[in-house]
């Protein structure tokens, strides 16, 4: 069974930095492309990177990019999100999902981690 | 102000058949295929519907996709109190080389 847990949320400051994780199993990880979606509370889904099944080719909103870094450790099955420079606007659930190429269907989610930017 | 243009909100009585559009630009939905997410209160985004029109095992036939141009849309036929949800398309941009959502469409049902 296929499995996303994403884990690393909590409060930050403003200007500060978290790190996310998502642990993937119940299938070949090194197979998939994943992607980062985030939901502020009460507000729709808005994606926010994607990093292809070797890692080498990623992509970021402009909301993020220069602050968010995307990677992942395939030996690990893990996705990582570092996020630096946090504003208020980036309070909301990230969740980690799987796809089989870059422009398919997210077909798996996580259930989500809480990130909170506030003084 | 999202990418792609959905209606806040739809409505339908059990049985009935509700439609769902979503509007886009030629650089996302006019050279890209949609998916559509289902999300229930208080849980993470399922797929519901990939590739305008084919739906991942476990979807009811209830539910349909279909794309003309620059404009997708879901149709969900015989309208059941389960199906009460969020529902959001999206696709590939190619202007802005990401993914991106609908403001997504809050389904009652009546």
């Known amino acids: 069974e296929v499995h996303l847990l994403e884990s690393g949320g909590g409060l930050v400051q403003p200007g500060g930095s978290l790190r996310l994780s998502c642990a993937a199993s119940?299938?070949?990880?090194?197979?998939?492309?994943m992607s980062w979606v985030r939901q502020a509370p009460g507000k729709g889904l808005e994606w926010v990177s994607s990093?292809?099944?070797?890692?080498?080719?990623?992509s970021y909103a402009d909301s993020v990019k220069g602050r968010f870094t995307i990677s992942r450790d395939n030996s690990k099955n893990t996705l990582y999100l570092q996020m630096n420079s946090l504003r208020a606007e980036d309070t909301a659930v990230y969740y980690c999902?799987?796809?089989?190429?870059?422009?398919?269907?997210?077909?798996?989610w996580g259930q989500g981690t809480l990130v909170t930017v506030s003084s | 102000q999202s990418v792609l243009t959905q209606p806040p909100s739809a409505s339908g009585t059990p049985g009935q058949r509700v439609i769902i559009s979503c509007s886009g630009r030629?650089?996302?939905?006019?050279?890209?295929?949609v998916h559509w997410y289902q999300q229930l209160p208080g849980s993470a985004p399922k797929l519901l519907i990939y590739?305008?029109?084919q739906r991942p095992s476990g979807v009811p036939d209830r539910f349909s996709g279909s794309k003309s141009g620059t404009s997708a849309s879901l149709a969900i036929s015989g309208l059941q109190s389960e199906d009460e949800a969020d529902y959001y398309c999206?696709?590939?941009?190619?202007?802005?080389?990401?993914?991106?959502f609908g403001g997504g469409t809050k389904l009652t049902v009546l």
């Open positions: 999902a799987r796809a089989v190429g870059g422009r398919d269907g997210l077909d798996y």
């Open positions: 999206a696709a590939w941009d190619d202007s802005l080389n990401g993914r991106v």
């Open positions: 030629s650089s996302n939905i006019g050279s890209n295929v």
């Open positions: 119940g299938f070949t990880f090194s197979n998939y492309a």
């Open positions: 590739s305008n029109n």
């Open positions: 990093i292809s099944d070797s890692g080498y080719s990623t």
